[in-house]
């Protein structure tokens, strides 16, 4: 079975982004809540306005979240640029010849690396990607079920799910 996919550097940078969604959101809703909390006490007492303590809130919301944006854009810059030294920019057209002992990987027609079935330590399956290494390359492969397609990516699931389990 072979299958042929590209992988670009701006589709890593959107998945970073994606991954950091979900913190963000988190970070956000928990500063509201100890702002809140914080301000509990004034708001019961009746020492500050309340409309200066939601202009506040307001304010610090924003600036919560301007924060959580710029840590985003420099985790995404950093990470990138770790990815890029890493794999030495392995962005371009991959092709993935299964075969029935191992996984030979080429990056634009240059053959990279052939990962043996036995030496594949991770597997991590989501909704919508697969992740494989091996013990030789920390780095390892993903496969996004939007670029391979459908019918592709299950038919890659299968194979991987049959290998691994032997």
Do not use: P
């Amino acid at each position: 079975m072979i299958f042929e996919y590209t992988w670009q550097r701006k589709e890593l940078k959107k998945e970073l982004i994606k991954r950091r969604y979900n913190t963000n959101i988190i970070f956000l809703i928990l500063g509201i809540v100890l702002y809140v909390l914080f301000t509990l006490e004034a708001i019961k007492s009746n020492l500050f306005d309340k409309l200066v303590l939601l202009i506040g809130g307001v304010i610090f919301t924003l600036i919560l979240a301007l924060v959580l944006f710029i840590t985003t854009k420099i985790y995404v810059f950093l990470s990138l640029k770790k990815n890029d030294k890493d794999t030495h920019n392995a962005y371009g057209k991959y092709k993935i010849e299964l075969t029935a002992s191992k996984m030979i990987v080429s990056l634009n027609d240059n053959q990279i690396i052939e990962y043996d079935y036995k030496d594949i330590v991770k597997v991590k399956r989501k909704k919508d990607s697969l992740f494989i290494a091996t013990k030789q390359d920390k780095l390892g492969l993903i496969f996004k079920k939007h670029i391979l397609g459908s019918q592709n990516y299950n038919q890659l699931l299968t194979f991987i799910d049959d290998k691994i389990n032997c």
